[in-house]
């Protein structure tokens, strides 16, 4: 163990630093966030990443070993050819000295051997410029010259139209060969790779194709459940796709299924609730009413009243979304209306609408929670401001009011069933602890949610955001 580790083991510390290499480099790449940009975000883009990245390398794989293996030793060998013919002009000037002898060479080499020889006595070769090596061509046919010639040469690939000069110096003079490209060149190079070309665009178009058709089910999927969050039904659905995947959308239906039946079946024991509880207050008002009019029957009444109201709060707490269908609806005109209840009761709310605020959702619920909200803030604030406006893929909205606020610490607390910042009973002011609840319960059964902070009034805001 090195000092380091024992002043790691000597300080409790538990030494968390990656051991393996791969570990290393992996956790570098997640944190380097010009890598992360890199890599797709949809499982289409992922997919195709993984089948592009080995196609493309087994594309250059292929292309490095033909260019460096396969042309390279074909190169060479019609380098080596045309050298050999060259070497043979050569000895036949040597051997057939004259005029009227070189007259014949040139004629032997055009017939023959497809070059165009002239001879510049007197005159030295130029000096050859540096061969790039990337250039196959006149990297094969130096190295053959000087291997094989063992002469001054200079070689011109790029002035002629479709021909390649070469100079060798002789004792008397520079001897000019000229020779079609064709004696270096194989076109069916270029085959190979337009073949490779052609292969990988059809085999990208047809990856492309099929995996955008095994993608499809999983984006109809998660359209499915999103939907859903927001309380949207798409009934024409049916599992489609790999077999994972029916899988998955068939756990799916199911699911939807058993939450339809389970709100059905809490809508069908409220209703038998609600008749069962109203039918024993109904007889207690009419009991109240044939009692003489003194201080017990106003305190029963009131009783009455109250046990009423906290009724209802229950049942509309417990009714959640019943069975009413989503719809588009104008989210600004419904606030406008919630807002217009407030001020017909004497309340000082401002309104502000900024955007297109349509939407799809369940609209007596959505008011049921506008109008806990509202309510809330003119119960304990004098002025009410409430903002509705468009936010890209969401509809916000904003109340706030002047009152005392809720501490930071009781914000999450309001939300729960039956929970009052006022500890006492009265239901005048407090309510029974179930509008924030039923506000956020509504907001979330849309795929949205509620939040509360301080508002700049000084009391609080509450904010609401509905996806559109």
Not at 129 to 146: H, K, S, T, V, Y
Not at 392 to 412: F, H, K, N, W, Y
């Amino acid at each position: 163990m090195s000092a380091g580790d024992e002043e790691i083991d000597h300080l409790g510390i538990a030494d968390t630093t990656p051991r393996s290499f791969l570990e290393r480099v992996w956790r570098r790449v997640k944190s380097d966030r010009r890598i992360g940009r890199l890599i797709p975000r949809t499982l289409f883009g992922r997919a195709m990443m993984i089948f592009m990245v080995p196609l493309i390398a087994l594309q250059a794989a292929s292309v490095w070993w033909f260019y460096e293996q396969h042309w390279d030793n074909v190169t060479s060998r019609l380098s080596r050819g045309l050298v050999g013919d060259i070497r043979l002009v050569i000895a036949w000037r040597n051997d057939f000295p004259g005029d009227e002898n070189f007259r014949w060479v040139q004629q032997r080499a055009a017939e023959d051997m497809r070059l165009r020889v002239v001879f510049h006595p007197g005159e030295t070769v130029r000096q050859q410029p540096r061969i790039m090596q990337f250039n196959i061509l006149e990297r094969e046919l130096a190295g053959r010259l000087e291997t094989d010639l063992r002469r001054p040469y200079f070689i011109d690939a790029s002035t002629i139209d479709r021909r390649v000069q070469i100079d060798v110096q002789l004792p008397d003079g520079v001897l000019e060969v000229q020779t079609p490209i064709g004696r270096l060149f194989t076109t069916s190079s270029w085959g190979f790779v337009l073949f490779s070309t052609v292969l990988a665009i059809v085999l990208f178009s047809a990856a492309s194709w099929l995996l955008a058709r095994s993608v499809r089910p999983i984006q109809k999927l998660a359209v499915i459940a999103d939907n859903l969050g927001k309380g949207r039904d798409v009934p024409d659905f049916f599992p489609e796709g790999t077999r994972e995947v029916r899988q998955a959308a068939t756990a799916f239906l199911t699911m939807r299924a058993r939450l339809k039946r389970q709100i059905q079946q809490r809508t069908e024991m409220l209703a038998g609730v609600s008749h069962d509880l109203r039918t024993p207050l109904t007889r207690m008002k009419l009991s109240l009413a044939l009692l003489e009019e003194g201080p017990e029957r106003r305190e029963l009444e009131a009783d009455v009243s109250d046990m009423e109201r906290m009724i209802e709060g229950y049942l509309a707490f417990a009714r959640g979304e019943g069975d009413e269908e989503p719809q588009p609806v104008d989210f600004g005109a419904l606030v406008s209306d919630v807002v217009s209840g407030a001020r017909r009761d004497g309340r000082d709310v401002l309104l502000a609408l900024d955007g297109d605020l349509h939407t799809v959702l369940r609209p007596m619920a959505m008011k049921r929670c506008l109008t806990n909200l509202i309510e809330n803030a003119v119960r304990h604030g004098r002025h009410v401001e409430v903002m509705a406006q468009r936010r890209q893929t969401m509809v916000e909205l904003l109340v706030d009011d002047d009152g005392p606020g809720i501490p930071a610490s009781s914000r999450e607390d309001v939300f729960r069933p039956f929970f009052r910042i006022d500890r006492s009973r009265n239901v005048d002011t407090g309510g029974v602890g179930l509008g924030m609840t039923i506000a956020r319960d509504v907001t979330r059964s849309h795929g949205g949610d509620i939040s509360l902070e301080d508002a700049p009034t000084g009391g609080l805001r509450v904010r609401v955001r509905l996806p559109v």
